[in-house]
């Protein structure tokens, strides 16, 4: 192992101390100040060591893992991502009796599965990443377990994401029996140098798209994700919407492309069926929703389907319009669930519609700030994500995938109405107050970061160009 | 830079004016009038100080915003556009005056929306960016959207609703057809970009280019609106506050038929012409169907939406006949019906003010009570039926003429609507004005804020119907630049402002 070897992979070493560091210094004292502060300092010396870390634009350690841009940059997203959620997650836990300290070692191994998830290149850096985030996720969404639906959500997702696990190792093994190769580019090889996918290999292909459907919650894969959604603490929820899909987004581009899927009729129609009924079955779902946290679990279902849109059209622009519309959608996301976790109280989460209604007058930075996440979810001007449908479309135009580029703009229409619904219910009368109305404790932590994320969208929205040179440069150097 | 200056004075405005409704409500409605008025004076300015030229545009800006895309924050002023800037800041100083009163909760909020609505509206008619330009037309959108919604009658919610999603779901398949012509354009010539000088030379297929173009129309075709997609307007407009009803039949709708002129014509000119006869058809049963179904609304607000839905199948008529006389009745029209239909938005705001319905079975005789109301009212319905020495007639008049060299029967049936605009008008008159009043109702006349508004509005309408040769002589170069980007080589007469202007002398057409 070379000394860039080394250097390479440190990134994943801080996450890993972090979190060994944390375990011990719960066992010498429980101080949630000073997990937290441990948790922030680690995640930002990370993404310190990312961005200034000199080297080669792209080094691979053989044969597990690649440091490209493409990987680098989704890295570094993931750990912004993260490091936003623990901002949000201190208010959040500090108001709940539970023992919150523990719950910062699984964020930070979480995050270090999801890392691990954007930089692998083999099989089997592929399924530890896979297994270090799912099994902290168990934990993390039932963490609150006196509450109602954490259990039932925690174990809805043990027994999917193992389900998922299976079908996933099952096609891997298959793909190796085939290959006789545990990485990307060897089987891309190989299969080039066959005349056409042998049986046995769609059998494979379709059992890891099956695994990564799971995980993506893109339908028919998708039944676990509103119960989840609804059931988990709301950081966390954010982070399965956010780092969680993230990871694997990354994960599918890179196997795709280093396996040259886009040559292959039959992977290509599979997923532009899966992706059309994404967008449909997630709008539709999310139409009548009277929770605002099933709601958004719905929408992200549409989300992914957006993205694999750019995905499907392939080349350099569907790359970046992947990578653009990751960082759009995780601001809006993470911004949107921090707003929620902003208005819960200590009794529950705020996530009925009710919760929200005359919210413009009773606390307008807040509701304005909310009105921008749901505008940029439906993609209007101004904000980061319409920037980043824009980017999509303009693949999709350039990839010639008219049925797809038509159906995002069916569904984008069709998105709207429940976005706008929760605006709409944000300006009418505030209702009268009653004793489920939510008293939230104000935390400035909390208060700073919606603010910020609230900034960098408009800020995205409005002058995209330098996020667009960032991804260009990384991705084509 | 008076061309962003227009545009950033609006937003500022219009935070400014939020800000200020924390320490006094009357301060609010200063600033934003004041910024409006000031926006207003400038155009005039402009107006009367045209620039010397060589081309058809008087005003050019032009900074790098996404360059990576090829897109930039490209601004530029011709006579069209001038003259719908003209409007928008005539109709905004106006929807800021009538709202003086009504509007009496979240007045801050009110006069943010408000003046960022007209920004939007502004940056659509200046926006010589593909991107830029769908940026501002969908920036109009939300804002209005909250002016419906918070400050709108009983059934505002849905109304809002269908307004946003009609418009939005059409705007998504004019970005679609945008990027179309963008990755066209780019892949024959090498250059990306969504400049609109640079994309009127692209030299699409014919079978891409009738696609593009109705991803465009879609667009436009909503906003107007074209009949089988108007059924959101009556809705928001009668339930949109007074200030917004008059926004969306005066600038709103125009946006629509600026779209039409500025870049379904000359990007498309083949295929345009292909559907001519289809749109002038549609256009024609439109104008025939909103009269129709105006002459039987009992709501008075949704009365005078159907008369705009009538009204505006004389603008598809006059576009798609291709020559200088009709789309220079198109141009009036834009500018006459809003005034006149604006202000008929505005009676009935008035009205409603007072008796808190605009339910017409329960008007009647007020006349006797509001004289003043009663004249102004006598002569916007006149306007609306096109009596001559009023400007609709002007614009009618010279879109009927324009059209008869296009096309005979459809010009005569077209012809037909006047007739049936002066039985719907004529029914406004004696159901609201005449007959006998309700004699438990007491009646206010107009207070003066109320008269200046209508006065203003009756001496502009009168102005266009008496005179309308300035406003002929502003919009002439752009028409005809546009009439020969369709008729001739297009890349000889509509030329970005900076390169000479080669100039083609046509025949005939000529009304001066």
């Keep these: 192992m070379s000394k860039q070897d080394l250097v390479s992979i440190v990134p994943l070493f801080i996450l890993t101390s972090a979190a060994i560091l944390i375990l011990f210094s719960i066992a010498v004292k429980r101080n949630h100040k000073v997990i937290y502060g441990i948790t922030t300092f680690s995640l930002l010396a990370d993404i310190i060591f990312l961005a200034i870390a000199e080297g080669p634009v792209t080094w691979t350690v053989e044969p597990l893992f690649v440091f490209d841009g493409f990987g680098k940059f989704n890295f570094g997203l993931i750990l912004v991502t993260a490091l936003a959620l623990t901002m949000l997650s201190y208010a959040y836990f500090e108001q709940r009796e539970e023992r919150k300290e523990e719950y910062y070692i699984l964020l930070i191994l979480a995050t270090l599965g999801a890392g691990t998830l954007t930089i692998s290149k083999h099989f089997i850096p592929l399924f530890l990443g896979l297994e270090i985030l799912s099994v902290s996720l168990y934990s993390m969404i039932a963490y609150l377990r006196t509450r109602e639906r954490s259990d039932e959500g925690g174990i809805k997702y043990l027994i999917i994401a193992a389900f998922s696990s299976a079908f996933m190792l099952f096609g891997m093994a298959l793909i190796y029996y085939t290959t006789g190769s545990m990485e990307f580019e060897a089987i891309g090889q190989y299969l080039s140098s066959l005349p056409e996918l042998p049986i046995i290999m769609i059998?494979?292909?379709?059992?890891?798209?099956?695994?990564?459907?799971?995980?993506?919650?893109?339908?028919?894969?998708?039944?676990?994700?509103?119960?989840?959604?609804?059931?988990?603490?709301?950081?966390?929820?954010?982070?399965?919407?956010?780092?969680?899909?993230?990871?694997?987004?990354?994960?599918?581009?890179?196997?795709?492309?280093?396996?040259?899927?886009?040559?292959?009729?039959?992977?290509?129609?599979?997923?532009?069926?899966?992706?059309?009924?994404?967008?449909?079955?997630?709008?539709?779902?999310?139409?009548?929703?009277?929770?605002?946290?099933?709601?958004?679990?719905?929408?992200?279902?549409?989300?992914?389907?957006?993205?694999?849109?750019?995905?499907?059209?392939?080349?350099?622009?569907?790359?970046?319009?992947?990578?653009?519309?990751?960082?759009?959608?995780?601001?809006?996301?993470?911004?949107?669930?921090?707003?929620?976790?902003?208005?819960?109280?200590?009794?529950?989460?705020?996530?009925?519609?009710?919760?929200?209604?005359?919210?413009?007058?009773?606390?307008?930075?807040?509701?304005?700030?909310?009105?921008?996440?749901?505008?940029?979810?439906?993609?209007?001007?101004?904000?980061?994500?319409?920037?980043?449908?824009?980017?999509?479309?303009?693949?999709?135009?350039?990839?010639?995938?008219?049925?797809?580029?038509?159906?995002?703009?069916?569904?984008?229409?069709?998105?709207?109405?429940?976005?706008?619904?929760?605006?709409?219910?944000?300006?009418?009368?505030?209702?009268?107050?009653?004793?489920?109305?939510?008293?939230?404790?104000?935390?400035?932590?909390?208060?700073?970061?919606?603010?910020?994320?609230?900034?960098?969208?408009?800020?995205?929205?409005?002058?995209?160009?330098?996020?667009?040179?960032?991804?260009?440069?990384?991705?084509?150097? | 830079m008076i061309l962003p200056g227009f545009i950033v004075l609006l937003m500022m405005g219009g935070i400014l004016a939020w800000i200020a409704s924390q320490k006094s409500l009357v301060l609010t409605r200063w600033i934003s009038l004041l910024t409006v008025a000031l926006n207003f004076l400038g155009a005039l300015v402009v107006w009367l100080r045209q620039p010397e030229t060589s081309s058809s545009w008087l005003l050019d800006y032009s900074i790098p915003w996404i360059p990576q895309f090829g897109i930039s924050f490209h601004l530029a002023l011709d006579g069209l556009s001038l003259l719908m800037l003209l409007l928008t800041f005539f109709l905004g100083s106006i929807s800021v005056l009538i709202s003086w009163k009504e509007i009496q909760n979240r007045v801050g909020l009110y006069h943010f929306c408000l003046l960022w609505v007209l920004a939007g509206i502004t940056g659509v008619f200046l926006a010589m960016d593909l991107f830029l330009f769908f940026f501002f037309w969908e920036v109009m959108l939300i804002p209005m959207f909250f002016l419906i919604i918070i400050w709108g009658h009983e059934n505002s919610r849905y109304a809002a609703f269908k307004f946003f999603i009609f418009t939005q779901a059409s705007g998504l398949l004019m970005l679609v057809a945008i990027l179309g012509l963008y990755f066209v354009n780019g892949n024959q010539t090498g250059i990306y970009t969504f400049d609109y000088f640079q994309l009127l030379s692209a030299n699409l297929p014919s079978d891409i280019a009738m696609w593009l173009m109705l991803g465009f129309l879609a667009a436009f075709a909503v906003k107007l609106p074209v009949v089988p997609f108007h059924t959101w307007l009556p809705d928001a407009h009668s339930q949109a506050p007074t200030a917004g009803s008059l926004i969306l039949a005066g600038l709103l709708l125009k946006t629509g038929a600026y779209g039409l002129l500025r870049f379904v014509v000359p990007l498309f000119r083949d295929q345009a012409i292909a559907i001519a006869p289809w749109a002038m058809a549609i256009g024609v049963f439109g104008i025939i169907y909103g009269a129709i179904l105006a002459f039987s609304q009992t709501d008075l607000k949704r009365l005078v939406a159907y008369t705009s839905v009538s009204h505006m199948g004389f603008i598809m008529l006059g576009v798609f006949s291709f020559n200088e006389l009709a789309t220079q009745g198109v141009v009036m029209q834009m500018i006459t019906h809003g005034i006149s239909t604006g202000a008929l938005f505005i009676l009935a705001g008035f009205i409603y003010e007072r008796i808190h319905t605009r339910d017409i079975t329960r008007m009647g005789g007020f006349w006797k009570s509001m004289p003043f109301l009663g004249t102004c009212g006598l002569v916007f319905a006149m306007a609306s039926l096109g009596l001559p020495g009023l400007g609709n007639f002007v614009a009618e008049f010279l879109t009927l003429v324009g059209a008869w060299q296009a096309t005979h029967t459809l010009t005569i049936i077209a012809t037909l609507g006047l007739v049936a605009a002066t039985i719907y008008s004529l029914r406004i008159l004696q159901k609201v004005f005449y007959g006998t009043q309700a004699p438990s109702t007491v009646l206010v006349d107009l207070s003066f804020r109320e008269r200046l508004v209508m006065i203003v509005l009756v001496v502009s309408i009168l102005w266009l119907g008496l005179f309308p040769q300035p406003m002929l002589n502003t919009s002439q170069p752009a028409v005809k630049a546009i009439i020969e980007a369709s008729d001739h080589s297009r890349a000889s007469a509509y030329k970005p402002p900076t390169q000479p202007k080669l100039v083609i002398k046509r025949k005939g057409g000529s009304y001066e």
Aim: proline share 3%.
């Design chain 1, 203 to 477: 059998a494979g292909f379709g059992f890891v798209v099956v695994g990564i459907g799971f995980k993506l919650g893109i339908v028919p894969f998708h039944m676990w994700t509103a119960d989840v959604y609804e059931g988990a603490p709301l950081p966390v929820t954010s982070f399965i919407a956010t780092v969680s899909k993230g990871g694997v987004v990354t994960l599918l581009v890179r196997f795709y492309t280093q396996v040259n899927g886009y040559q292959y009729d039959s992977l290509v129609v599979t997923f532009t069926v899966l992706v059309i009924a994404s967008m449909f079955v997630g709008n539709f779902l999310a139409l009548r929703q009277q929770n605002v946290k099933r709601l958004l679990a719905y929408s992200s279902i549409a989300h992914l389907g957006y993205i694999l849109v750019a995905f499907i059209a392939g080349g350099p622009l569907g790359i970046e319009a992947v990578s653009f519309y990751l960082v759009a959608y995780f601001i809006t996301t993470v911004g949107s669930f921090g707003i929620l976790t902003y208005l819960s109280d200590k009794d529950r989460d705020a996530e009925l519609l009710d919760d929200f209604r005359g919210l413009f007058w009773r606390r307008p930075w807040t509701a304005t700030s909310f009105s921008a996440m749901l505008l940029s979810l439906a993609g209007i001007p101004l904000t980061a994500g319409f920037v980043g449908k824009f980017y999509i479309v303009a693949a999709g135009v350039n990839g010639n995938i008219w049925l797809l580029v038509i159906m995002l703009v069916v569904n984008s229409a069709i998105g709207l109405f429940y976005y706008i619904r929760i605006i709409a219910i944000m300006c009418e009368k505030q209702a009268v107050e009653t004793s489920s109305t939510l008293k939230p404790s104000v935390y400035l932590i909390s208060g700073f970061s919606v603010a910020a994320l609230t900034v960098a969208l408009l800020w995205v929205g409005v002058f995209p160009e330098g996020l667009i040179a960032l991804i260009r440069s990384l991705l084509n150097p």
